[in-house]
């Protein structure tokens, strides 16, 4: 769960978000101000009314400044409660702007770390509570500690030692009441936490939703997630009721307080130190005390409410993230030219915590033509392509694109430079369309048709009744395997690469297909760089170089024919055609 910010960090933050709309809350706060006077001179013009019409004069006057009384103070009290309330929305959407920003630009081992789910509730669900801490609350606060202030001022005026009295109630009431405090902050920290694990276990269960049917683990998986419902509600309702203690407390006060005033102002005017007049006139603003002390009670709920939401905000925000420009100097425009890969003794691992996954490796790929990886499973062929593509950075040597290091290329121009189709070739919700342009948005409706047909996608999209326009539905679920690796090829030709990494792009595909995109990759290859990762013979047979991976280490570069003679391993791979190893 989160951790509790530190009181100077949590104020720090909220003031972050609430600065940039100070003017608008002083303005709706100003509004509410100029509304509550318009209704308290009500009254007085009430009177003027009676008067006049017990005088018998003529009321038509006094009757239309009345109304027009009414009415602007109706109006002034709308606006000014439309100007926060407006200004609660802009708060949130700025935090939502600022964390949308941030996650989808984090690094992913910060994504793996995490559970993209909550980082959603943060989102969705945390800012909102910075609505009413950031706004209402800021108002309250002021008018009521204004209040609060002025009425203590005039009890003073009446008599000290009964101000004493009264502060000496409320200090001991309000001491209990701060004890409360810190818990409304923890119960709604918990609440928050169990709503971000709400959407966690919901995300994992339709992340793999045809697995869950499939295993019969809907009861399952409904209870895992109503459990945190369960949560959520168990620690809201704990929230709900420590507030409920805060707000009764005041109330409390003022009545121990009244009690007291009674008591000893009593003994006071019994000794003559005060007038019964001064008595009741006392007694009369401890009974207006409850207004601005509830407005200061409210307040000081709302910040921790607020500040249990500024926590898990925060720490959404302090996550690692990438910066597209981020990387010296600029990058020659490179052409259109293939890109070179080295790997120079390179180690790493994904966590400091996990054992490495790459020992020392080293291999050079000059551009053009087609460079294969192929080893056991879990050898780090994979692992290859994240380096590559900046998605990790070697823990030890140097990867090199064009011959600079990956470390010094702008993130956003090195991967501009690459066409990446993934394991798993990923198709994300949305149209055909959509898919195919998201590496190149730029596309001509020329290329699309281009990379239809030479991705055989063509016959696909003249059945479909919606043509490039029909929705592929999450992840890509109303294609088929073969079809989503083949929308994903096309994406990443779309791009027109430099260097385009493949990895088992073309695992599922039918034997007909595969020798098409074979073909296609073979052509692609004699202008770009192109490193797949195959545990197909056919595929790796064409390659130009095969780097053997195995345990994070390269053991042997040749082509078929050298490894088949020269590497055990490879002759073992390439004997049970690459398929046996799969694991
Ligand atoms: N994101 C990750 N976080 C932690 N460990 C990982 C991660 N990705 C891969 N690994 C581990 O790193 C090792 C190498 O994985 P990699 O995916 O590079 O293997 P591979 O050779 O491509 O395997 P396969 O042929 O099965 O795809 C594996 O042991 C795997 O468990």
């Known amino acids: 769960m989160t951790p509790r910010l530190p009181a100077r960090e949590t104020w720090r933050a909220l003031y972050r978000h609430f600065r940039p709309h100070r003017a608008a809350v002083a303005l709706g706060a100003l509004l509410a101000l100029v509304g509550t006077v318009t209704g308290l001179a009500q009254p007085l013009a009430a009177k003027t009314l009676v008067d006049r019409l017990g005088r018998d004069e003529p009321i038509t006057g006094v009757l239309l400044g009345l109304t027009a009384l009414v009415v602007a103070g109706t109006a002034v009290s709308a606006v000014g409660s439309y100007v926060l309330e407006r200004t609660a929305e802009s708060v949130v959407l700025a935090a939502r702007h600022s964390l949308i920003g941030r996650l989808l630009r984090l690094r992913l081992v910060e994504v793996e770390r995490t559970q993209p789910g909550d980082l959603m509730a943060r989102i969705t669900s945390d800012t909102t509570l910075l609505r009413a801490v950031t706004t209402r609350s800021v108002v309250s606060a002021a008018t009521g ?12 005026m009446m008599d000290a030692v009964l101000l004493g009295v009264t502060l000496g109630v409320i200090v001991l009431i309000g001491g209990a009441f701060a004890l409360a405090m810190p818990r409304i902050a923890e119960a709604t920290r918990r609440s ?4 971000g694990e709400i959407s966690s276990r919901l995300e994992r269960a339709f992340g793999a939703f045809r697995t869950v049917k499939a295993s019969g683990a809907e009861a399952r998986e409904t209870a895992v997630v109503e459990e945190a419902a369960h949560d959520a509600w168990r620690h809201g309702v704990r929230a709900a009721g420590w507030q409920a203690l805060a707000g009764s407390s005041v109330g409390l006060a003022v009545q121990v307080s009244f009690l007291a005033v009674l008591g000893i102002g009593g003994a006071r005017v019994a000794s003559g130190a005060i007038t019964v007049a001064e008595l009741i006139a006392f007694l009369l603003y401890l009974f207006y005390l409850i207004e601005p002390v509830s407005q200061l009670v409210e307040a000081v709920t709302q910040y921790q409410v607020g500040s249990a939401a500024i926590a898990r905000i925060e720490e959404a925000e302090r996550l690692a993230a990438e910066d597209p420009e981020q990387g010296a100097g600029t990058v020659a425009a490179g052409g259109g030219g293939p890109a070179s890969v080295v790997f120079e003794d390179v180690a790493f691992r994904y966590r400091d915590d996990l054992p490495y996954v790459h020992h020392g490796v080293s291999f050079e790929v000059p551009g053009p033509g087609m460079t294969a990886f192929v ?7 994979t692992t290859v392509f994240g380096l590559v593509e900046r998605f990790y950075e070697a823990t030890g040597g140097r990867v090199l694109v064009d011959g600079r290091d990956v470390r010094d290329w ?16 990923p198709v994300l919700a949305g149209t055909l369309r959509e898919n195919l342009v998201f590496a190149a948005p730029g596309a001509t409706e020329e290329e699309v048709r281009e990379v239809l047909v030479r991705t055989r996608l063509d016959a696909l999209v003249e059945r479909l009744p919606d043509g490039l326009d029909t929705v592929v539905g999450h992840r890509g679920s109303k294609l088929s395997g073969g079809e989503r690796q083949r929308v994903a090829v096309a994406r990443a030709l779309l791009r027109r690469p430099r260097l385009l990494l493949l990895d088992e792009a073309t695992s ?27 545990h197909r013979l056919s595929t790796v047979t064409l390659a130009d170089r095969i780097v053997v991976m195995d345990a994070g280490r390269v053991r042997a570069v040749g082509t078929h024919a050298e490894l088949v003679a020269g590497d055990p391993l490879y002759a073992e791979l390439a004997a049970t055609q690459f398929l046996a190893t799969r694991g």
Do not use: C, H, W
């Open 145 to 156: 500690g204004l209040g609060f202030l002025a009425t203590l001022v005039m009890m003073l």
């Open 508 to 534: 599922q595909l039918d034997a007909v297909n595969e020798m098409a995109l074979r073909d296609v990759v073979a052509e692609v290859a004699r202008e770009v760089t192109v490193l797949v990762v195959a």
């Open 375 to 381: 080893g056991p499973s879990g050898a780090g062929k």
């Open 192 to 195: 928050q936490a169990a709503v």
């Open 410 to 425: 702008p993130v956003a121009a090195l991967r501009g430079a690459i066409g990446y189709v993934e394991q798993d070739a």
